[in-house]
């Protein structure tokens, strides 16, 4: 039988590679609904990604949902640890913080490899600006819990305006939330 397995999307896995990562919390809930649970949701990324050594390259963090752009080039585990490590740490860290032991916080993951440049720079466009999309802020760099601002200061001008430049609206990410 060649058909993927039915119950999640399939996960494909090369080895030093740029992948778009997503996962939502179970049955959408707003679970991450505060300042604190959204720094939480990040500074916990952020501590997995550089012990783990990823090279973050877009993130945005939302009450029931994240976006994630990571390089695997010199990570010490494949996509599919980090975000087993992430998901059960993200689960612990807030369970402790809402006292809800054994809770199921996120659900499943989508990943999708990024292996050519356009494709590439308009999902870097889509994650810096998602905040903007689900109608959060009018301007991405305003939300504190997505690399808009940290892109935009880091960058060249000249890249910021490149990725900037890049159509989203074929960018097929599972973002119903």
Known sequence: MNEPW??????????????MLTAGTLHKAPLFDTPEKLDLFRDTTWGLARSYSLSLRAWAFFRNHYHLVAGFAEASCDHRAFLRHLHRELALRLNKLDATPGRK????FWDSELTYEKSYLARLHYVHHNPVHHRLVPVAHHYPWCSARWFETNARPAYVKTVYSFKTDKVHVPDEF
């Not at 039915?6 to 992948?19: D, I, K, Q, R």
């Not at 916080?105 to 499943?108: D, G, P, R, T």
Request: glycine fraction near 6%; hydrophobic fraction near 30%.
């Open 6 to 19: 039915p119950h999640a999307p399939p996960h494909h896995f090369t080895p030093n590679g740029v992948y």
């Open 105 to 108: 916080v996120i659900y499943q």
